[in-house]
Nanobody
């Protein structure tokens, strides 16, 4: 079992920055990959970024490449999503998720078997 709790969301102006955190508990944190997804109203929940168990392999979606970075601190059982140069189209609920089965990470939502409750990010123009 894995429990995930996100924090760090909020309201920010376009061009601003936010850092999301996701604290994990339960199963050993370094034994599974992590991902950040987002879901805007009326849209699918899409993968934004993913990171392997050790942090040595990362994936960043094209829509946020160059603006968002993902990192993890296995000593603190926490994964981060640093979001810079935010745009109104980044407005969504952001979820962290754990992939306990993939060797590195998966780009597929179905591979993630534990989810946080989500944190709202709103970017004003």
């Amino acid at each position: 079992q894995v429990q995930l709790v996100e924090s760090g969301g909020g309201l920010v102006q376009a061009g601003g920055s936010l850092r999301l955190s996701c604290a994990a508990s339960g199963r050993t944190f370094s034994s599974y990959a992590m991902g950040w997804f987002r879901q805007a109203p009326g849209k699918e929940r899409d993968l934004v970024a993913a990171i392997s168990r050790s942090g040595g392999n990362v994936y960043i979606a094209d829509s946020v490449k160059g603006r968002f970075t993902i990192s993890r601190d296995n000593a603190k059982n926490t994964v981060y999503l640093q979001m810079n140069s935010l745009k109104p189209e980044d407005t969504a609920v952001y979820y962290c998720a754990a992939d306990t089965r993939s060797d590195t990470y998966s780009r597929f939502r179905a591979a993630y078997d534990y989810w946080g409750q989500g944190t709202q990010v709103t970017v004003s123009s």
